[in-house]
Structures are given as structure tokens and as C-alpha cells.
């Protein structure tokens, strides 16, 4: 176990690099809580770590929750009365409201503005925004492109289906020796985001990649899902196993320049919080330790009350202490190598 743990810290750096890489690679896919985005993703996990593949029916009961309508879009754009194109969907995928029903027609501008989404205080940046359970339809611009925008009839179109379909997930376990489980969750739906999304993603990808072939004492279960509604759906659908798990972390926002934070499990007192604090101070770094609140990522699916698992969550970056948080800024130049191989190096040494 010591010699291969070396072996890979060796590694290290090359690894942030082939993270990086991998995170190049599923950027430019349109993701969402349901569709072709979010397999097309998973099936390119596959040629890293051999995921199982599951597909939940639209309309499948997850305790008070249903599995949605599955949502896909092909195209979408805003064209203006000389048919130039000042929106387009294929020049950056967060143009579109997430899970925006098909429109085809001309409208004015007053009426185009009720569907318009900017940020007055990040001028320059695209913000993303979604609909998943409010039917509706809706482009993101920056503000300045708001405020370029002339009377004038406009052409709106959105080929998107919101159908039934399923929903998708991914879900990786390694055997150890005892049955006793660590979970180790991401979220796969954020279109073009690298630090919300995008890192943990990666992260968990390769830290399966190197676990794989470590002898283990835990078992361990990673898990690629949809936010909220896909654990929600993995505990629905796990709940007579969940008595496993012993010790959990929920990996987003580890790829930026951010100090390191933890937030606690919702006892507060469990082994993963003692090992994560101890590691973070042991570092020298400085970092951040938060009490659980009922906010952030899917450690309130797993923390809420009727499962209380032991699952914090490590991350480099605060979800919303950053400016780029849900915006065109989230991009490959906001995570850097470096931040993805110090985070890989938290994480190895918690799990181990």
C-alpha cells in the first residue's frame, strides 16, 4: 500500500495535467439533468474507468420527488430582422435556458426582453440559468449584449424536445477488503463549467483510474450524477445499502485558485470530518472550515435527516465566493493543472 501510494503521488503533476486534458474534452458538451448531453459525457468516462450505466424512467417515484421529462436540444439562436445571428447556441451552449421548451417565431423586443437573462454586475460574462420544473424558454447573453440590443423584430428559435425519456447516471464500485463503503459523489449536469462541475467530475475519474488497482481495506462507490434529483434517485433506488456507508465527500469546485474549504457532515463529528480537518492542517495551508447548512451540492441529499450519512464536502473553491460561479467565466483558463493535482493530492490522502 506504501510503495503504491508513493508511485502515485510521484504522479501527481502529470496527473493534474491529464485532468486538465480530460476537462478540455467534455467542455463543450450541452449537459443537463437529463439527456444525450449527459450520456454522451458518462460514455466518455467509460474509456477511463468501466462505469455502470443506469437509466431511470421519466415518471419514476424517488420518495416525494418524480423523475422528470427528459430534455435535448439541437439548436437555437436570435436573429435580428436582417438575418444575422446575435445569439447562437453553437458558439457557447449557456445561450440557451437549461431545459427551454421549443419556440419558433418573430417577436419585439420588449417581448424578447422577458426572456432574456444577463448579468448587470459581470457585464462581459454569459450567466447560466435553468428551468428544469417551470416550463419555460429563455436565452443568457451578457449584459452588454442586452443593453447593444435595437427595436427591432426578432427571430427566436429553439429546437429543443422535452419528452418522456429517462434519466442517467454513472456508478463505479471498488471492492476492498471490508464491505464497509466510502461514497464519493459528483455532479455531471452543468453545461461548460469547469470548476462548478467540470472538477469533480475529473477529479473522481482519475482517483478511481489509481484506486482501481490499490489494495483497499473500504470499499469504495463513486457516483456520477445529475444534481439533487439524481441522488435523490440513487438514494431512492439504494436505500437498503446506504447502512454501508461510513465515511463520504461530494467533490466539487476543487480546480480553483481558491483556498481549500470543508464542509462538515451534518453530525459534525464523524471520522471523514476529523480526517479531512487534520489533513487540511497538517498542510500548512491556510483553509476554510464551515458547519453543515441545508445549501450547496448533494451533501444535503445525503446529510438530510431520514439517512444522515457521513458526508462532507472538500472543495478549493467556495461555490459562491467566486465571481465566475455559474458563468461563461467558468472556463478551462479558471482551472488550472495545478489546482486539479493539489486537490487530487487532498483527496489521496483522506481516502487513503
Given amino acids: 500500500m506504501e510503495s503504491n501510494f508513493q508511485n502515485i503521488i510521484a504522479q501527481i503533476p502529470e496527473i493534474g495535467e491529464d485532468m486538465h486534458e480530460l476537462m478540455i474534452e467534455l467542455f463543450p458538451i450541452c449537459r443537463s439533468i437529463t439527456g444525450n448531453g449527459l450520456r454522451k459525457t458518462l460514455k466518455i468516462l467509460k474509456n477511463h474507468i468501466p462505469l455502470e450505466i443506469f437509466e431511470v424512467p421519466t415518471k419514476t417515484k424517488a420518495f416525494d420527488w418524480e423523475v422528470p ?3 435535448n436540444i439541437t439548436d437555437a439562436y436570435i436573429k435580428n430582422s436582417k438575418g444575422e445571428k446575435i445569439v ?3 458558439k457557447s451552449n449557456l445561450h440557451v435556458l437549461n431545459y427551454s421548451t421549443p419556440i419558433n417565431k418573430k417577436i ?10 444577463s448579468l448587470p454586475e459581470y457585464s462581459d460574462v454569459i450567466p447560466y440559468r435553468t428551468s428544469y420544473y417551470n416550463e419555460n424558454w429563455g436565452f443568457c447573453i451578457t449584459h452588454n449584449q442586452l443593453l447593444q440590443l435595437e427595436e427591432d423584430e426578432y427571430e ?8 418522456d425519456g429517462s434519466l442517467t447516471y454513472g456508478e463505479y464500485f471498488i471492492k476492498g477488503e471490508s464491505e464497509d463503503e466510502v461514497l464519493l459523489s459528483c455532479y455531471v449536469c ?5 470548476n462548478d462541475n467540470l472538477s469533480g467530475v475529473v477529479l473522481l475519474t482519475f482517483l478511481a483510474k489509481y484506486l482501481k488497482d490499490i489494495s483497499l481495506k473500504y470499499s469504495y462507490r463513486f457516483l456520477f450524477i445529475p444534481e439533487t434529483i439524481g441522488a435523490i434517485t440513487w438514494l431512492c433506488r439504494n436505500e437498503h445499502n446506504t447502512r454501508k456507508i461510513k465515511h463520504g465527500l461530494v467533490a466539487t469546485c476543487v480546480g480553483g485558485p481558491g483556498l481549500f474549504s470543508y464542509k462538515k457532515s451534518r453530525q459534525g463529528n464523524t471520522e471523514i470530518d476529523h480526517t479531512v480537518i487534520d489533513i487540511l492542517k497538517r498542510s500548512g495551508d491556510d483553509c476554510k472550515i464551515m458547519d453543515y447548512k441545508p445549501d450547496g451540492s448533494d451533501e444535503r441529499q445525503f446529510c438530510s435527516p431520514g439517512f444522515n450519512l457521513p458526508v462532507g464536502s472538500l472543495r478549493k473553491t467556495i461555490t459562491l465566493a467566486f465571481p465566475e460561479n455559474h458563468t461563461s467565466a467558468d472556463n478551462p483558463h479558471f482551472v488550472q493543472p495545478k489546482y486539479l493535482a493539489d486537490s487530487f493530492s487532498k483527496y489521496l490522502k483522506v481516502v487513503l
Fill in 69 to 71: 421529462r427528459e430534455w
Fill in 88 to 90: 447562437d447556441f453553437k
Fill in 108 to 117: 419585439s423586443l420588449d417581448e424578447l426582453k422577458l426572456h432574456l437573462h
Fill in 156 to 163: 427566436v428559435f429553439i429546437d429543443t424536445t422535452l419528452e
Fill in 190 to 194: 452543468h453545461p461548460s463549467m469547469c
